[in-house]
């Protein structure tokens, strides 16, 4: 039972270059939901989206596109990274019956130079 | 911004103590969670109150939820290495449709 995973791990990349950061799931949830993390401010919503097609725009969207083609996957795209783009990424999920807990990848460091 | 704010940031204790750490939210809620979070890994569910209760157990922990200050409380009883971590508390609002998190309490279980 994979659960939710997240790849990369690291990345390591410059300024101004596309990053593409991968989610997949294996429970078919139909939420799902990318987050960054940053010391000071905890946890922010970037994106989510409530089914495949579907997305919505959370806390700090801006630099950031997703795609949700296939219910399992929901990957995250910086278009052009930029230094403040910086962070720990997590994406989750949860059922779409419940409001209630969300489950969480393990997370992607994310550096950009 | 952040809806729901934790108190401390950070908290000491020795193995066998209590850990209590709170959080304060802005807006009406459907229900508050608090998750936990160990180095380097991705968050954990820990226990979820809904805005109808006031308090909850799960083992050693103990939740309390008051709607009128906007406040919850997680306790730690009996604490033990393993528990060093941040804690996270999320609240579901009216939308329902995701959570926001507060910034978080690490706490540190010496042995």
């Known amino acids: 039972d994979a659960g939710i995973t997240q790849s990369p791990r690291y990345k390591i990349t410059e300024t101004g270059r596309q990053v593409t950061l991968m989610c997949h799931q294996t429970w078919s949830h139909s939420y799902m939901f990318w987050y960054r993390q940053d010391l000071g401010h905890g946890l922010r919503l970037i994106y989510y989206s409530a089914a495949a097609d579907i997305t919505d725009k959370g806390e700090v969207p801006d630099g950031y596109v997703v795609s949700r083609s296939k219910t399992e996957n929901f990957p995250l795209t910086l278009e052009s990274a930029t230094r403040s783009q910086t962070s720990v990424y997590f994406c989750?999920?949860?059922?779409?019956?419940?409001?209630?807990?969300?489950?969480f990848g393990p997370g992607t460091r994310l550096l950009v130079l | 911004s952040q809806q729901g704010e934790e108190d401390p940031q950070a908290l000491s204790i020795q193995e066998g103590e209590n850990a209590t750490m709170n959080c304060s939210y802005k807006t009406s809620i459907n229900n508050l969670q608090w998750y936990r979070q160990n180095s380097g890994r991705g968050l954990v569910h820990l226990i979820l109150i809904r805005s109808n209760e006031r308090e909850k157990h799960s083992g050693r922990l103990r939740v309390t939820l008051d709607t009128s200050k906007k406040s919850s409380s997680l306790l730690i009883t009996a604490s033990r290495a393993a528990d060093t971590a941040s804690y996270f508390c999320?609240?579901?609002?009216?939308?329902?449709?995701?959570?926001?998190f507060g910034g978080g309490t690490r706490v540190l279980v010496k042995p």
């Open positions: 989750a999920s949860r059922y779409s019956g419940s409001k209630e807990t969300q489950y």
């Open positions: 999320a609240t579901d609002g009216a939308a329902g449709n995701k959570l926001t």
